[in-house]
């Protein structure tokens, strides 16, 4: 391997071309290896060999170009083929390892939108960093399960703190419904409870325009992060049931 590097990493940008090609062609081969004969899905270690990879990218990209020029070659290449590597691994069904190049390549995409800057990118870095801290970059039902259980929770929080605002005395009371409004709102995608509305509907009635207006807001929070959440975990579910490789 050192001779392989030391020859393909010449001075000359063609043969840095070449050893990319090699490069590529060596672990998709290898991993084609690994995937094809029965019994070797225990020694499939995606996780050290896309490390290794990463590694030897960097053998290639040129010196004499600027660290930004650098940054950007480097994690392209490594996008297309870990996504490569990937597809490899759902060929052979392989889901575990799939899900290790998902991840990587997700955490690639959010450095390479780091590099490039700009406010631009700040909505897509927001939502892609919102899917993948949820679902693990898309491979984790419970982690997903778990974020989803916190926002209720917080939610019914945020329930309370208005019911303690519009004069609740009964603690108790008002937990148990801000608990319950918040987890069939957040389940049917609606205002989840018809006593919370009662509430809301008096409040209303007594001017509190301001009181109302911020817990339409909650409300509608909360069921925007509902629709979305609960579309991720009806795709993971669906991969999940269906044993598909990402």
């Known amino acids: 391997n050192t001779d392989f590097h030391q020859v393909l990493c010449g001075s000359c940008w063609f043969f840095r071309i070449d050893y990319l090609d090699a490069l590529s062609l060596k672990h998709a081969s ?118 989803n259980c916190v926002i209720i929770f917080s939610f019914s929080l945020i329930f309370m703190l208005l019911l303690a605002l519009h004069g609740w005395d009964t603690l108790a009371n008002s937990a148990w419904l801000s608990l319950s409004h918040s987890i069939w709102s957040f389940i049917e995608l609606q205002s989840g409870s018809a006593e919370f509305d009662a509430v809301v509907t008096s409040a209303s009635r007594n001017g509190e325009s301001a009181w109302v207006f911020c817990y339409r807001a909650v409300l509608f929070l909360e069921i925007v992060l509902a629709y979305i959440n609960q579309g991720l975990l009806i795709a993971l579910l669906y991969r999940r049931v269906t044993r598909r490789a990402p």
């Open 30 to 147: 290898e991993i084609r290896a690994e995937a094809s004969f029965p019994g070797m899905e225990s020694q499939i270690n995606p996780t050290a060999r896309l490390a290794n990879f990463e590694k030897e990218t960097g053998f290639a990209v040129s010196l004499k170009a600027s660290e930004e020029v650098r940054t950007r070659t480097a994690l392209n290449y490594q996008i297309q083929e870990v996504n490569k590597f990937r597809r490899i691994y759902n060929e052979y069904e392989e889901v575990t390892a799939a899900e290790a190049c998902l991840r990587k390549m997700a955490k690639l995409q959010k450095l390479m939108l780091k590099s490039q800057g700009g406010g631009k990118n700040w909505l897509l870095r927001t939502g892609l960093g919102y899917s993948d801290m949820l679902t693990r970059s898309g491979t984790s039902v419970a982690r997903l399960l778990i974020w």
